[in-house]
């Protein structure tokens, strides 16, 4: 089992395992118990000393007709304690202040002297030894860790009581009791009351009588609880099962499976489909399955942008390696000097191509470091078009600039890549654009969004190629313009900008109503910010 279905197991038993240790300490309820059974001591023994005054006190009469001396009549007291004592089921003394035993109702006289009479105790229960021994054990562990009022003395007793001292408290008019250990292990509990006539103390009565039933009742509480234990500890240990199952072994199967991927050269290792539990779990496994993918698909997009890095650099040196052969052959003057003009346009190439690519491989890693802020792409637009016109770089190409009246259009964005952004896409349509043609340039809003158009007046897109314009080294430029001019990752970087922005990019054709085409167009759409 592994630790996270242990803990789960741990924690759900250890839970109930507080719960039933406290149930099973059940100090109060013996307390209870024994109060109810020293109170029902106490009435039989105040009725056993008031019939005893009534029946077996002796007056003896003085001269003047008025009783001087009374004494107890031992045989009549004698039959009176034994018999309330045997329907009581108590051990009833009848002791004088001198310390002298008149009755015991435990010893009986014979022929041959004097009887001692014992209960036998009740059948040996084995079946429940070992939960008795353990519940002892327990007892005797709690009762140290607890307070000292544990259920094993009476509420009211005083410090040290005993047998003795609660007779010594009848002999003064007054009740007392007593709880005691017993032979056997057993508690003992025992009143004294006053045996009185005409408010004179004779003699005090002591009822005593073990708690073995007390202690049943309490035992089979506890067996009860115990029992309701064993069945609550099975259906937690069931549910926690269940529970470590619907967690840890889901969990299990991901980390395998990840580090299967890990380990693996090739894509035959997936993580499972966990899409049908809609939980965390679930979840989990969804969003691992995405980044899997999206992991997949980063190294593939490496794998192919390594190799058309390496195809795009070639090409330039071998042209400068055949150039350098050759100027290395010939003597003509104007030939080194053509060869030495190729060389310099293959390393102007070659700079601009890995300036270019440099900057297509920094967007993703510092657009997801970039603190988003407020960028107002109108302002953006406003200050690009302006630049254009002033620098000259529109070969006579106008400018038309149609933004949206009202409050600003705001978006959150990196401010530098969205500028970066517009300026490769108004480059863009300068560079189709033929001499005095125009650009018309357009922002507005659109149902919670900033919508972004680009037109001009050029060849347009190939028909089919809408899509293929934003790939890496796609290259259809206009056939005045140097080769080289342009690495073909323009569009590529601004798409890419645009997508961890958050939002879109696409081309189109401008077409008459014929169904010619004036032109190309760019959109882009922008989130406004909330």
């Not at 969990?251 to 939980?279: F, K």
């Not at 149902?447 to 007046?457: C, E, H, N, Q, R």
């Amino acid at each position: 089992m592994r630790s996270i279905s242990r803990r789960i197991l741990a924690v759900n038993v250890f839970a109930l395992a507080v719960l039933v240790a406290g149930l099973l300490f059940v100090g109060q309820y013996r307390q209870g118990l024994i109060d109810n059974e020293i109170a029902a001591l106490t009435i039989q023994a105040e009725m056993f000393a008031a019939a005893l005054g009534e029946a077996a006190v002796a007056e003896a009469a003085g001269g003047s007709g008025v009783s001087s001396k009374q004494t107890i009549l031992a045989d009549i007291a004698g039959q009176i304690v034994r018999r309330l004592a045997d329907a009581t089921h108590t051990q009833a003394r009848l002791v004088l202040k001198d310390g002298s035993v008149v009755t015991d109702s435990r010893i009986r006289a014979g022929p041959g002297g004097a009887v001692q009479v014992e209960d036998l105790p009740p059948p040996i229960k084995t079946d429940g030894d070992l939960v008795r021994r353990a519940l002892d054990l327990y007892d005797r562990i709690a009762t140290k860790i607890l307070p000292a009022d544990t259920g094993l003395s009476a509420p009211g007793t005083a410090p040290g009581e005993t047998p003795k001292r609660a007779l010594s408290r009848a002999f003064n008019g007054e009740n007392g009791f007593a709880i005691s250990r017993g032979s056997g292990g057993h508690m003992a509990v025992s009143v004294a009351v006053p045996v009185q006539r005409y408010k004179r103390v004779l003699a005090a009565l002591s009822l005593n009588k073990d708690t073995r039933r007390i202690d049943e009742a309490v035992f089979q509480v506890r067996l009860d609880i115990l029992k309701v234990f064993g069945i609550a500890l099975l259906i937690t240990v069931l549910l926690s099962v269940y529970l470590a199952g619907t967690i840890a072994r889901p969990l299990a199967r991901l980390a395998e499976a990840a580090d299967h991927v890990r380990r693996g050269l090739a894509r035959q290792y997936s993580l499972p489909d966990m899409g049908r539990r809609h939980d965390e779990i679930g979840a989990l496994g969804g969003a691992l399955k995405d980044m899997t993918e999206a992991l997949w698909q980063r190294m593939d997009a490496i794998e192919g942008f390594a190799a058309d890095v390496a195809h795009e650099i070639k090409n330039p040196l071998t042209s400068l390696r055949s150039a350098v052969e050759t100027w290395v052959r010939i003597d003509d003057p104007a030939q080194q000097r053509k060869l030495v003009s190729i060389i310099q346009n293959d390393i102007e190439r070659l700079d601009r191509l890995i300036t270019d690519i440099s900057n297509a491989s920094r967007v993703d890693a510092e657009m997801s470091r970039a603190e988003m802020t407020p960028v107002d792409v109108g302002a953006i637009l406003v200050a690009l078009a302006e630049i254009h016109q002033a620098s000259g770089e529109a070969r006579h190409v106008e400018i038309d600039l149609d933004i949206a009246a009202g409050p600003a259009l705001i978006i959150e964005g990196v401010e530098d890549r969205i500028v970066q952004v517009m300026r490769n896409l108004i480059s863009n349509a300068v560079s189709f654009s033929p001499e005095g043609g125009r650009i018309r340039i357009s922002a507005s809003r659109d149902d919670g969004t900033v919508l972004i158009t680009i037109s001009d007046d050029g060849p347009g897109i190939p028909p089919g190629s809408e899509a293929a314009v934003f790939e890496r080294f796609y290259r259809e430029r206009p056939a005045a313009e140097k080769f080289g001019t342009h690495s073909g990752l323009g569009l590529s970087i601004s798409q890419q900008i645009v997508t961890a922005h958050g939002g879109d990019i696409w081309a189109e054709n401008r077409t008459a109503p014929g169904g010619a085409i004036l032109g190309a167009r760019f959109i882009v759409r922008f989130a406004l910010a909330k």
